[in-house]
């Protein structure tokens, strides 16, 4: 649609105006994925400190308490176990670049 102005120009009429964008997640939600999301960098990176790994890992028991608490016990996966191990696999191993084979699997 084609609108036009005081000086008699001709310019494309902008429509309906847009919806303010809703978040997709409910506060609870997103509180727990930042928990997982700050686990996820802490535990990932390329060099770590025996203290990140303490932080990384209390964030991610946190992260997967408020999962239990909002989805159920049975939107829990496999996935969320062996996410369990990382800190002692980092322990005993180093970071987990060092040691994970992603690539060749």
């Known amino acids: 649609m084609v609108a036009s ?3 008699g120009k001709k310019v494309k009429d902008p429509g309906p105006a847009l919806e303010e964008p809703r978040p997709r997640l409910q506060p ?3 509180q727990a994925y930042m928990k997982l999301a700050t686990a996820l960098k802490i ?3 390329g060099s770590i400190f ?3 790994i303490d932080r990384g890992e209390s ?3 946190n992260y997967l308490r408020d999962f239990k608490r ?3 016990g049975d939107g829990l996966m496999p ?3 062996f996410a369990v191990h990382i800190a002692a696999q980092i322990r005993d191993y180093g970071p987990v670049y060092s040691f994970w084979s992603f690539l060749p699997e």
Do not use: P
């Open 5 to 7: 102005t005081k000086k």
């Open 50 to 52: 025996t203290t990140q």
């Open 43 to 45: 535990l990932l990176s």
């Open 70 to 72: 909002l989805y159920g």
């Open 79 to 81: 996935n969320h176990h």
């Open 59 to 61: 964030l991610l028991f």
């Open 28 to 30: 609870e939600e997103m």
